[in-house]
């Protein structure tokens, strides 16, 4: 798991594993930690940059879920091994910004009809939120596996595969349902 040469976990470090706190929040850390992005999304939809706003809106939004995809991985592989000798064991469960990264895939490229009205949004939104935590959960092939990879990336990779699996799930929805 982890040997001498970690590094201690930093404040910086301890605030992006742990999305900001949420990860010490109980019951089911994962869970809180899915809920900034999908919070961000109604956000987002609620004040006119959704998908179903115009093609720079819809640009914005792609944007601030790559990069929060993006900055929270970092955290996770960065931070990784430093933050399962600080809570003293493999893919802890205060660290849940490997849920914040997962959750964001699904929210990426939604075609504008996902939003394009407020019950869409809101199904859209549920499906990707209770989509992801199943798949989370059930860690199917190949996310089980890959909680064997050590340090950070172990913490991460599991989660990646869920937001991809649950991204296909919504897109087929949103995609045929409406």
Known sequence: MTDART????????????????????????????????ALAAAMILAGSGPADGPAAQA?????????????????????????????RKDPGSVCADETAGVCIPLLFLP??????????????AAVFFGFRAFDILKLPPAH???????????????????VQTMIVVQVLVRVAW
Not at 7 to 28: D, N
Not at 145 to 162: E, F, H, K, S, Y
């Open 7 to 38: 590094p201690a976990l930093s404040r910086v470090g301890a605030a992006l594993v742990t999305t900001f706190g949420l990860g010490h929040l109980r019951p089911a850390p994962g869970t809180w930690g899915s809920m900034p992005p999908v």
């Open 60 to 88: 914005l939004f792609n944007a601030a879920f790559a990069l929060l995809l993006l900055v929270f991985s970092w955290g996770c592989v960065a931070y990784g091994d430093a933050a399962e000798a600080r809570f003293g």
């Open 112 to 125: 504008g009809a996902a939003t394009d009205t407020l019950p869409h949004a809101a199904i859209t939104l």
């Open 145 to 163: 596996a890959l909680q064997r990879v050590p340090g950070g990336w172990g913490i991460l990779l599991d989660d990646l595969v869920a937001g």
